[in-house]
């Protein structure tokens, strides 16, 4: 007996020979099962991503078994590890170079706030240069963790409506960032 689990349609109307839906559904829905992810992997937590891509954890199966190290063919960003603040402008350049729609998550305590590394030399949290949608907690965390980060990522990615990005709080919060 198989085990695989198909994708649910989105909510919609149904008769013989038709099926009716909301754009912003179908388009989340395709978004949200197809997240490429760039691993941007510095130290220790990058590990545990090695291991959620191997066959035991299989992030494949969520649809993001394609890693992508170039930002142009990205949609999740994925900080791992210890980013020093020399290294901050790397990261968000990276993300500027992310075509929108482009998600972020912190993966480890590093990542979200320093960590173990509250010190001159390491940004305290990558949300002071670029914003963040999900945070994932552990130092490090385990490849369950990160799995569920993804599948967070996942709902934030199928609710979002395909406006989001022209809204004027989207563009305040860019500006935040000085990112036009
Ligand atoms: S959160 Fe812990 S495991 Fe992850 S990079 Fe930092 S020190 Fe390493």
């Known amino acids: 007996m198989s085990n695989i689990k198909m994708v649910e349609a989105p909510e919609g109307v149904e008769g013989s020979g038709f ?37 035991h954890y299989d992030l494949a199966r969520f649809g993001s078994e394609r890693p992508s190290f170039s930002p142009r063919q990205a949609d999740m960003l994925m900080v791992m590890g210890t980013i020093a603040k020399k290294m901050g402008p790397i990261v968000k350049q990276v993300y500027l170079q992310m075509a929108e729609p482009r998600w972020v998550i912190a993966v480890g305590a590093c990542a979200c706030s320093g960590g173990i590394f509250d010190t001159y030399s390491v940004l305290q949290g990558i949300d ?45 919060l860019m500006e935040s960032y000085a990112i036009q």
């Open 19 to 55: 099926f009716a839906t909301q754009f912003d559904k179908v388009v989340g829905m395709a978004r949200s099962n197809s997240l490429w992810p760039l691993p941007f992997a510095t130290s220790c937590c990058g590990i545990e991503f090695m291991a959620t891509m191997g066959s």
């Open 128 to 172: 002071r240069i670029i914003p963040v949608d999900v945070y994932v907690a552990g130092c490090p965390p385990r490849p369950e963790q990160i799995l569920d980060g993804v599948l967070q990522l996942q709902e934030i990615a199928r609710n979002e409506s395909i406006r989001r990005r022209n809204l004027p709080e989207y563009q305040a």
